[in-house]
């Protein structure tokens, strides 16, 4: 039936009758037969396939949406947005245009009255040269921290209760 499945004894060369045995020796797996087994069974760790099964089951569970990432926009944008732009002798009509929305909204960025989606914060990294992205670990203390609803009277109350 299973012809070319036929497995051999790793170290005798003897060809298994059934699974034969699986074990861990010498820091190898191997598969031997009866005889080679009960002579080094004293020697050899039998090898667990089943943990090793759950191990790789585990990985796609690691990767799931709930521990990804999440980016934000540093809470200083404005005042980093206002002094790249000035340094780079820009006018904010001029950072305006780069980005392709009104002069209006980079006013409201530097005046702290907007916060930039995170499409228009790579675009503000990429023209100013600038660092306005960070990487926090959801649901973790530093996203809460940087929250737009904490506003700084709020920060002050959880630094008392500390
Ligand atoms: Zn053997």
């Keep these: 039936m299973l012809g070319s499945a036929v497995k051999y004894c790793d170290l005798c060369g003897a060809p298994l009758r059934g699974k034969g ?35 790789t089951q585990q990985r796609p569970r690691q990767t799931n949406k709930t ?31 780069k980005l392709k929305v009104s002069e209006g909204v980079i006013k409201r960025f530097e005046a702290g009255k907007l916060r930039p989606t995170l499409e228009q914060a790579r675009e503000l990294e990429r023209v100013l040269g600038v660092k306005l992205i960070f990487e926090v670990p959801s649901g ?17 109350v959880v630094r008392e209760r500390k």
Excluded at 34 to 42: G, P
């Design 21 to 55: 045995h699986t074990v861990v020796y010498e820091g190898g797996i191997i598969t031997v037969c009866d005889s080679c087994y009960s002579r080094i069974a004293k020697f050899a760790k039998p090898y667990n396939l089943e943990r090793t099964t759950q191990k």
């Design 67 to 97: 521990v990804d990432k999440e980016l934000m926009v540093v809470d200083d944008y404005p005042t980093i947005i206002k002094n790249a732009r000035e340094r780079l002798g820009m006018t904010q009509k001029d950072l305006a245009d």
């Design 140 to 156: 973790g203390e530093q996203s809460k921290y940087s929250r737009d609803a904490l506003t700084l009277g709020d920060v002050a």
